[in-house]
Nanobody
Framework: QVQLVESGGGLVQAGGSLRLSCAAS????????MGWFRQAPGKEREFVAA????????VYADSVKGRFTISRDNAKNTVSLQMNSLKPEDTAVYYC??????????????????WGQGTQVTVSS
């Protein structure tokens, strides 16, 4: 199994930045596509960003394109999400996800097999 632990969430003013990190353990990390999703209270969990196993291919939701950057460091078994120009609508619990069989990322939740517990991001106006 794969265990994922997110960190880096917090409270930030609109226009500010946060960097989320996800630490993976228990399984070969470099062979897995990774993704970030978020869920606001009463809302569906939505796709944010994904990255391929080698880190060369990335995909972003339209809502975060140009503001967020996903990256990974396979030597350290981590994936990160740099969030800039944050908006109040970015407020949500952010979840790290990993695929057990896919090398390339996807915006679909069904693409992923492992999920972290989430980290809260709150953006004040």
């Amino acid at each position: 199994q794969v265990q994922l632990v997110e960190s880096g969430g917090g409270l930030v003013q609109a226009g500010g930045s946060l960097r989320l990190s996800c630490a993976a353990s228990g399984r070969t990390f470099s062979s897995n596509a990774m993704g970030w999703f978020r869920q606001a209270p009463g809302k569906e969990r939505e796709f944010v960003a994904a990255i391929s196993w080698r880190g060369s291919d990335t995909v972003y939701a339209d809502s975060v394109k140009g503001r967020f950057t996903i990256s990974r460091d396979n030597a350290k078994n981590t994936v990160s999400l740099q969030m800039n120009s944050l908006k109040p609508e970015d407020t949500a619990v952010y979840y790290c996800a990993a695929s057990a069989s896919k090398m390339y990322g996807s915006s679909s939740r069904s693409h992923y097999d492992y999920w972290g517990q989430g980290t809260q991001v709150t953006v004040s106006s």
